[in-house]
């Protein structure tokens, strides 16, 4: 249970009467009710509030059931389905109008309103949501409860005391100056009255519907004693709260640590064991290059796709790169050593397609989505973020543009997204299919060699994304991954098997982190 959810229960102990223990020597809640119509009925001769057409009271009749008597026509109905819990004895049910009256707050120009107290304008502005600065003039003189009425402060109290003005998105609650406005503020909030809100895309809450609610009032001495000892709790649940979102903010921390170890621990084959009989990385660079033989014969590759560089690792210990005659120490670009059976590999030679999408013409039409960099999430793809083409522009793309099952997805422009990455799954799109803008660069393995989940846990690593922007063109403002620099990427590439082991271990740990 968090804070949030304690202080919520323990008000709501409150008001049903189990947080403090009964007195029977307590005056009960209907004499402070009669009180309060005595003061009430003298406001009302003195012209300082207005009578109530439909005043009413609530009783508990023989039959155990409650009902309501509108005093002007003796009209009585029973309210059992308002009443949504017991209460002890010697409380009572009522309205809130019953024990207390409330106006809403007065419109006030922005212009009127200053960020520091001065001589000038030295009354506290406040909102729904408490102090909004300082004014010159103020509307309400005491101390009240106010709530909050608009948007999503709906239901929102606080206490304000003194001189003030209470704006439109306030509600000052009076009370009569009988019941305490601290009891008023703890029983306010625990009815929870952001449920009584209208329904619509600005929430806002009606004096008129707020007066109608049901509350549970307790005898005086009860209130009061319910009073102190909230007084007591509540300070020290909010700086439980406060320590515990720290707590949770540290625990994220770890997680986030754990979750960066496990993938580095992966990438470097320390998380899952070699096992002989799955042969090694080089056996499938060389059922890759085989692959890339057959599709040029048919046509689907370009002959320059067979000059792959090949990576080894010298008599000297230093790992170097050939590429046609030639031959370099690439000993610098090696962050970590991976196991024997493994093999370092450019990202170009273990994919039959990495380009850039296209600039889109955007449509209205919801036919084609296009995914952006804003559909590229950690937490994975998300296509309700996607705009869509011009239906008749999909005939200008050429099939490898189609996003494919399981294509990588890297975003390549911009500082926030920067390196962001997700993996595009078809069963994700409801619509026929789907392309890439010019800011992600797509990323399609050949995928009966190698894992796309493999390489996106790889591309998500503190390796990569550590120098991701050390990788990237352009200024501070606008950086950018060439599709050069991605080709070039260095990967360190398992077996197959090794790879989809590797997958589901990491899928297995981070379950457990969540």
Known sequence: MNGKQLKNSILQWAIQGKLVPQDPNDEP????????????????????????????????????????????????????EEVPFEIPVGWEW?????????????????????????????????GGNGLRGYTENFNSHGHYSIIGRQGALCGCVNIEKGKFYATEHAVVVDTYEILSPLFMYYFLTALNLNKYATATAQPGLAVSNVLEVMCPLPP?????????????????IENYNVIQEKQDILNDSIKEQLKKSILQEAIQGKLVPQLAEEGTAQELLEQIKAEKQKLVKEGKLKKSALASSVIFRGDDNKYCEKIGEDTVCIDDEIPFDIPVNWAWVRLDDICSFI?????????????????????????????????????????????????????????????????????????????????ADSHVTVIRPYKQYVVSEYLYYYFASNTVQSVIEDKSDGSTKQKELSTKT?????????PLQEQKRIVEKIDQLTQLLK
């Open 29 to 80: 809640a209907s004499v402070l009710l009669d009180k309060i119509r005595g003061e009430k009925e003298r406001l009302i001769k003195e012209k300082k509030i207005k009578r109530d057409k439909n005043a009413s009271i609530i009783y508990r009749a023989d039959d155990n059931s409650y009902y309501e008597k509108i005093l002007a026509t003796g009209e009585v109905k029973c309210i059992d």
């Open 355 to 435: 380009h850039r999408g296209k600039s889109p013409k955007y449509s209205l039409i919801k036919k084609y989505p296009v995914v952006a960099q804003k559909c590229n999430q950690w937490s994975g793809f998300s296509i309700e973020k996607a705009k869509f083409i011009e239906p008749q522009s999909i005939s200008s793309y050429k099939e490898e543009y189609i996003l494919q099952d399981e294509d990588l997805m890297w975003n390549s422009t911009g500082l926030g997204t920067l390196g962001r990455m997700a993996i595009y799954y078809k069963r994700l799109n409801p619509y026929e299919l789907a392309v």
């Open 220 to 236: 005086f001495n009860e209130g009061e004693r319910i009073i102190e000892k909230l007084s007591l709790l509540i300070p020290l």
């Open 486 to 494: 991605v080709k070039s990427y260095l990967v360190p590439l398992p």
């Open 94 to 126: 009522c309205r809130l109008k019953h024990i207390c009256s409330m106006q809403a707050g007065k419109n006030i120009s922005a212009n009127k309103i200053f960020s520091d107290k001065s001589d000038s304008h030295p009354y506290r502005c406040v």
